[in-house]
Structures are given as structure tokens and as C-alpha cells.
């Protein structure tokens, strides 16, 4: 069964501190990666998307990394604002009879202080 | 293009009421996927359709819940009777799958409560 685990459930930073969320997925065959942010009360929204042959994507500051070997990903933001507090969910999309069907991480939480 | 479009945003009904919840998917799109989402389980897949037809039901969590897709501008979402249980964010997606890079583009969601 296809699975996608993220860690961790939840996290509290400072504004202006780094940080870094785990991806580790089972997803076969594998076709690609994404990064959704979803704000409080939002719809999710892609940030990132990263395929098999990628290992760093960057939009702005947000960085992707991906581990096809490991079948692993994470997403480091840098230098956080207070407005990155929201909900961060990795889907993996693996390929269902010539599309692309995703699985979807229960997200990380993330919540930055002033 | 408006994107996904959602209705209504809040719902507040009482146990064995019928809801209905309303999506219109981005022009072109031949996916449409509804979601439900909740503190403990985060966003779970109910359904989806490919070019109108039902493709996956199994997500679909007993016969109180039915969804249809009459043509490609519109689909509804329908619970029927409700239970205090299936309070939860509701959302719609669609997406151009075949041969493409799998972004999904979600509805703002429909806050659904049952009293």
C-alpha cells in the first residue's frame, strides 16, 4: 500500500530560524513529489514539485530535497516569517494506468513566533 | 480562470439532515477529487472522477455518502442522513492528470457541522 509519513507532526520556531520537515514515502512507482503549504482555513497550495531525476528544487526560500534511493524528502525554510506558520503536506503521485494518482502525508504543522 | 470553486464555505445542520456540498473544477481539468479533512486524520481521499465517471469510491465511508459528476463543470458531494461524525472540512480538487505533473488545485472547502 502506498504510504507517505512526515515528521514532525508539529513544530514551533522563532521568526528569523531555519527549519527542516521530513518526507518518507513507499509511493510505487514513483513519479513525483510535491510540497503543498495550506493556510489556516485555506485550500492546500503546491510550492514545490520535484520529479525523479531532481534532488534540489528552490522557490524562494523554501528548498526541496528529494532521495530517490532512500525515498526520502524535506523541505528546509530559511529564514522563517510569521507568515510560514501553516500546514506543510508532502503528496507523492506514483502512475495508475498512464496517470498520476496522489498520496497524500497528514503535513506538519508549523507555527512561528515572533 | 476563477479556480476551484466551492459551496457553501460553512454548513451547520442537525443529525439526519441532508447536505449536499457543491464544486466547480477549473475549466479543462479531467480530475476531480473530493477530500475530507479533520484534526485526527488529516486530508483523507473520498472519491475521484476521471472525465465525469467514478474512478475510486473506496474512500467513500458507508452508503450515507454519495457523490456524482453530471458533466465537467460541476460535481456535488451529498450525506445523507448526517451524523455528528462527519463534521469536517470538506474539499474539492481538480486537476489535468493524463501525461501531466499531478497539481492538484483545491476549493477553499465547505466547514461541514453536525449538531
Known amino acids: 500500500k502506498n504510504q507517505v509519513e512526515q515528521s514532525p507532526q508539529s513544530l514551533i520556531i522563532l521568526e528569523g530560524k531555519n527549519c527542516t520537515l521530513q518526507?518518507?514515502?513507499?509511493?510505487?512507482?514513483?513519479?513525483?513529489l510535491r510540497w503543498y503549504k495550506q493556510d489556516t482555513g485555506r485550500g492546500p497550495v503546491s510550492l514545490t514539485i520535484?520529479?525523479?531525476?531532481?534532488n534540489t528544487k528552490s522557490n524562494g526560500r523554501y528548498t526541496a530535497t528529494l532521495d530517490a534511493d532512500t525515498k526520502q524528502s524535506s523541505l528546509h525554510i530559511t529564514a522563517s516569517q510569521l507568515s510560514d506558520s501553516a500546514s506543510y503536506i508532502c503528496?507523492?503521485?506514483?502512475?495508475?494506468?498512464?496517470?498520476?494518482?496522489?498520496?497524500f502525508g497528514r503535513g506538519t504543522s508549523l507555527i512561528v513566533h515572533p | 480562470d476563477a479556480g476551484v470553486i466551492q459551496s457553501p464555505r460553512h454548513e451547520v445542520t442537525e443529525m439526519g439532515q441532508e447536505v449536499t456540498l457543491r464544486c466547480k473544477p477549473i475549466?479543462?481539468?479531467?480530475?476531480l477529487f473530493w477530500y475530507r479533512q479533520t484534526m485526527m486524520r488529516g486530508l483523507e481521499l473520498l472519491i475521484y472522477?476521471?472525465?465525469?465517471?467514478?474512478i475510486d469510491d473506496s474512500g467513500m465511508p458507508e452508503d450515507r455518502f454519495s457523490a456524482k459528476m453530471p458533466n465537467a463543470s460541476f460535481s456535488t458531494l451529498k450525506i445523507q442522513p448526517s451524523e455528528p461524525r462527519d463534521s469536517a472540512v470538506y474539499f474539492c480538487?481538480?486537476?489535468?492528470?493524463?501525461w501531466g505533473t499531478g497539481e492538484l488545485f483545491f476549493g477553499e472547502g465547505s466547514r461541514l457541522t453536525v449538531l
Open positions: 480538487a481538480s486537476s489535468f492528470l493524463r
Open positions: 518526507c518518507n514515502y513507499t509511493v510505487s512507482p514513483f513519479s513525483n
Open positions: 520535484m520529479t525523479f531525476s531532481e
Open positions: 503528496v507523492v503521485s506514483g502512475i495508475e494506468g498512464g496517470s498520476y494518482i496522489p498520496t
Open positions: 475549466s479543462g481539468h479531467d480530475y
Open positions: 472522477f476521471n472525465n465525469n465517471v467514478p
